[in-house]
């Protein structure tokens, strides 16, 4: 516990500067939390399947690189990178390397790359520093709200066999808390229409539990306790950033939602707008 507060300590301040200073500080930072994710992965699944890292590296960074560029569709390029040389390698390598470990390759990609290049693209838009933090803001909610009103009133647990203190009270108790957190922000910075900020951690806090499982089961499938060891007390950065990977594509996408149903406001424009 105590290696994990003093983690937490000098991690989250850093993490607040970098968000803080944006643009290509940021960015870098994503590059390497990709790059060391990336490579987490690829040492989860050593043994039991074959990951290319540096064919999937190159379409990650490729990825990262269209995103902060802001030429977002550019981001298939990273596709096409990685699906030439894994598949090249495919051909020469058949039955070693199969096609299960050419689909493992694949979810890497797009489980790291097309994931957390949502963060660059939530940094390029207006107010983006601001949209950064409300994304890490839903995660530290939820995984608080899901803590504390599952240690208090969790009795269904129905995720047993991939994280057995889930419960189905702790995972609306995170959702509630993420939404007031969410609200209570906008309220203050006044960057979208009033009731937008509800729905968008409706649905980022869900997505960030699925992030949150879907590392677990990784885990549990490949039998380790942590992704890696590079934060002392918390694991890897997969154990801490597994939310926020899938709630930052979301987050995304919701912002987009809510720009198409508005007129004129502080988030590119928008105006008063209540609902749908």
């Known amino acids: 516990m105590k290696q994990r507060i003093l983690t937490a300590l000098v991690g ?21 939390l990709g790059t060391v994710a990336a490579h987490e992965l690829y040492t989860m699944a050593k043994g039991r399947h074959q990951i290319l890292l540096v064919p999937v590296l190159l379409g990650v960074w490729a990825m990262f690189l269209a995103s902060w560029l802001g030429v977002s569709n550019w981001l298939t390029l990273g596709i096409l ?14 039955p070693e390397f199969d096609v299960v470990d050419i ?26 520093r601001v949209l950064v933090f409300m994304a890490f803001l839903a995660m530290w909610a939820n995984d608080s709200g899901a803590y504390f009103i599952g240690t208090w009133f969790g009795k269904r647990r129905p995720w047993g066999a991939i994280s057995p203190k889930k419960s189905v009270e702790g995972t609306i108790g995170g959702i509630v808390i993420t939404c007031i957190a969410l609200f209570l922000m906008n309220l203050y910075f006044n960057l979208m229409p009033l009731v937008a900020p509800v729905f968008i951690g409706i649905a980022v806090a869900i997505i960030g539990l699925i992030g949150d499982l879907m590392e677990s089961m990784l885990k549990r499938y490949y039998g380790v306790k942590d992704s890696g060891k590079i934060l002392p007390g918390h694991g ?3 154990d801490r950033f597994d939310s926020v990977m899938l709630a930052a594509p979301m987050m995304y996408y919701c912002i987009l939602l809510v720009q198409m149903f508005s007129h ?9 707008w209540i609902g749908f």
Request: charged fraction near 0%; proline fraction near 3%.
């Open 12 to 32: 989250v301040p850093v993490l607040l500067l970098l968000m803080y200073l944006g643009g290509a500080p940021f960015a870098f930072f994503v590059f390497v």
């Open 81 to 94: 990178i990685t699906f030439c040389l894994v598949f090249g390698h495919a051909v020469f390598h058949f």
């Open 103 to 128: 689909a493992v390759n694949f979810m890497a990609l797009i489980y790291i790359g097309w994931t957390l290049s949502h963060l660059i693209l939530l940094g390029n838009m207006d107010n983006g």
């Open 236 to 238: 890897g950065f997969l």
């Open 264 to 272: 004129g406001s502080h988030l590119g424009g928008w105006g008063v």
